[in-house]
């Protein structure tokens, strides 16, 4: 070997133990030979690593120019602009080498990152897959991995769950399942098959960054957050990790930090429109209204087309939309390239601004096209729903309850339920300005405990369904012993507890969905208050079929569903209220507007509260507010919202008829 091949290798082995030496080193090559495109290399990679990105890109710019098919020195130059805070001019790099070279396990992992760092989920999911399927030697998984890369998931799964029978502790196939999970939805079995894969390589990295971001999916943020921090530990200043800790703190109520972490990123990478975006939704929950405009309008000014930011908008509610502004949405809309998720977003925002023009059948035209393809993407299973709450009703009888008596006795929780755009929001902010309350947000730990019930049931029958709304959650929930049923109480406690930030002796779990959980709560938390937040059928129904939900409300993207779901929800309640006499408070929306006072003493009175003035000035309590009526609740109460249905009356024909009887009776319940 001459010494040139000596020297290039010498420097190339300094990068990563001194960069400061190795570019010294690749200065002396230059010296002797100039223009050598491996020590050119070599000098931009080091300066790079030293922090020196303007000097970085002087070295590898050119170099890429002279050698435009060299794959690591494009590689190189998307890392330093990916630093330096050109996420688009890192993934153009990036989209160049991979391809000239589409197996770059680096190459796939950058793009990963820097999508991540833009908050192009969808896309780093996707880089992800074929980094993970591109990383692997094996032969045997040679089929797995083409799969995945061809997203047929089904296909994908049946080869590595064939190949994990064999070879179980292959970390590789491990993530790459977990991969095929989460690409599904399947956010629990990705959580077990990632917690397997960092149990035999807990060094493993990036299976770390994809356990992160699967806890934090579902919610499990106190759980995410130390596994964030492990990762930025090594790794201070990447940005997938920051804005990963940034959402992760969100979700934990911490705002002021996620904030903070938003506002390092940008200061680091200003070019995100994604990151813009979620820094605004950071603002918005904050009362920083103002603020979160601006931050929406800088991610609309980098990515015209992104729709979600226009929703983001229009999702303030008492935001109106320019002329300039809702052309330029028309424009977008008509884009033949739009993305499904921009469309709707798009479709929904029109809705918005189009109903506050006046324009109602336009208005409704989009906001069905945003909900046709909502649901198209996510549909709902009305018969299925409609049976778990039959046999809920089945289950939960005066004998069972009679028969289970325990369960945790604090009496901390007060539990909002109904059905979403029924004024859940409007009673948390009353309750919050009490000084004895403190609000939280839509808690999702009953959810969470109702699908590892589910699961737990289910364990003993191949095949069956893990969801929260089956026959295996109620079989678990009726196995319960007084011993479980105290212990999962106190467990409830024990996890809110970090989303309470006062010593306010009660606090608000504000989920309405958990109105399928009254069962629950009766035999885990009996000292519990449980509310009940109902509206008008069309009223409710409406509100919620003009609202885009980013998840968890599939019944609301169809008109029929919407109905035979509030339906539903009527019967069970009813239900309740017949087994359980007086453990259910029901507001009803119209009453708590036309006489807020006599309202308000009736709800602190079911609590076991004194009465407090302030609880009438609920529009001056500047708490976050993390849901859609967040500004609405920061203005006194008005009757705005009451009849907005009548003007869209002439299409509500398929939701009239799926709500029957349940319509002509509010708001009493009819009999069968």
């Known amino acids: 070997m001459g010494s040139l091949e000596v020297a290039l290798g010498h420097a190339r082995h300094l990068l990563a133990k001194d960069p400061e030496l190795a570019a010294e080193q690749a200065n002396e090559i230059l010296a002797a030979v100039p223009s050598h495109p491996r020590a050119r290399l070599i000098l931009g990679a080091a300066h790079r690593l030293t922090g020196r990105l303007t000097a970085a890109l002087d070295v590898l710019e050119p170099l890429v120019r002279e050698q435009p098919g060299s794959v690591p020195a494009l590689l190189e130059l998307a890392s330093a602009h990916a630093q330096a805070g050109a996420p688009a001019a890192a993934i153009s790099a990036l989209q160049r080498a991979l391809a000239l070279n589409p197996r770059s396990v680096d190459g796939w992992r950058l793009l990963a990152d820097a999508c991540d760092a833009t908050g192009d989920a969808a896309g780093a999911d996707q880089a992800r897959a074929r980094q993970i399927a591109h990383s692997v030697a094996d032969p045997r998984l040679v089929g797995a991995a083409n799969a995945l890369i061809g997203n047929d998931l089904p296909l994908a799964e049946a080869y590595l769950r064939q190949h994990l029978e064999r070879h179980p502790k292959d970390v590789a196939a491990l993530r790459m399942l977990a991969e095929v999970a989460a690409r599904l939805r399947r956010y629990g079995d990705a959580q077990e098959l990632l917690e397997r894969c960092l149990d035999l390589a807990p060094g493993f990295d990036a299976a770390r960054h994809n356990y992160a971001i699967v806890l934090n999916r579902q919610f499990k943020s106190a759980a995410a957050l130390p596994h ?117 977003h798009f479709d929904f925002a029109l809705g918005k601004a189009l109903e506050d023009a006046g324009d109602a059948a336009a208005a409704f035209a989009h906001y ?42 604090a009496a901390d929780p007060i539990f909002i339920v109904g059905l979403p755009r029924a004024g859940s929001t409007l009673l948390e902010q009353i309750l919050s300005c009490h ?70 002796p009660y606090f608000v779990d504000k989920m309405p969905n958990n109105f399928l959980y009254v069962g629950l709560i009766q035999l885990i938390l009996p000292n519990a208050k449980i509310i009940d937040a109902r509206r008008h059928p069309l009223g409710c129904c409406w509100s919620a079929f003009k609202q885009h939900f980013a998840r968890g409300q599939n019944f609301a993207y169809g008109l029929e569903d919407l109905g035979r779901y509030y339906r539903d929800y009527v019967e069970l309640m009813a239900h309740y209220d017949a087994v359980l006499p007086g453990r259910v408070h029901r507001v009803f929306y119209e009453s708590m507007v036309e006489d807020t006072e006599a309202e308000v003493r009736k709800l602190l009175a079911f609590c076991g509260l004194p009465f407090e003035p302030a609880c009438l000035e609920f529009h001056r309590n500047a708490r976050p507010v993390r849901t859609a009526s967040s500004e609405q609740v920061r203005r006194p109460i008005f009757r705005d919202g009451l009849d907005q249905w009548r003007r869209f009356e002439a299409w509500l024909g398929p939701l009239k008829a799926s709500l029957g009887t349940v319509l002509d009776a509010y708001p009493e319940v009819p009999t069968r």
């Open 368 to 409: 069905r096209a945003g909900n046709d393809l909502r649901r198209r993407l996510h549909p709902f299973d009305a018969l299925r729903h409609t049976d778990f709450v039959r046999r809920s009703m089945q289950t939960f009888t005066v004998e069972f309850f009679g028969e289970r008596a325990g369960g945790a006795v």
């Open 435 to 504: 000084s004895l309350v403190e609000g939280t947000m839509e808690l999702p730990d009953l959810p969470q405990f109702a699908l590892d019930l589910a699961g737990r049931g289910a364990s003993a029958a191949p095949g069956a369904q893990r969801g929260a709304e089956s026959v295996e959650f109620l079989a678990a929930v009726a196995a319960l012993s007084t011993e479980q049923r105290a212990a999962l109480g106190d467990r409830y406690l024990e996890q809110t507890r970090r989303q309470r930030k006062s010593a306010a």
């Open 228 to 344: 964030v921090q492990q990762l930025l530990a090594k790794d201070a200043h990447n940005p997938a990790y920051l804005n990963l800790q940034a959402s992760i703190l969100a979700h934990l109520g911490d705002y002021a930090e996620s904030i903070e972490v938003y506002e390092r990123v940008l200061a680091a990478f200003p070019q995100q429109p994604k990151i813009w975006m979620s820094y605004g939704h950071a603002l918005k929950t904050a009362n920083r209204t103002a603020d979160a405009v601006a931050a929406y309008r800088r991610a609309i000014a980098m990515q015209p087309t992104l729709g979600e930011a226009y929703w983001s908008l229009a999702n303030l509610k008492t935001f109106r939309f320019s002329a300039a502004e809702q052309t330029a949405m028309m424009q977008a809309c008509g884009s033949p390239d739009l993305v499904p998720e921009d469309r709707l």
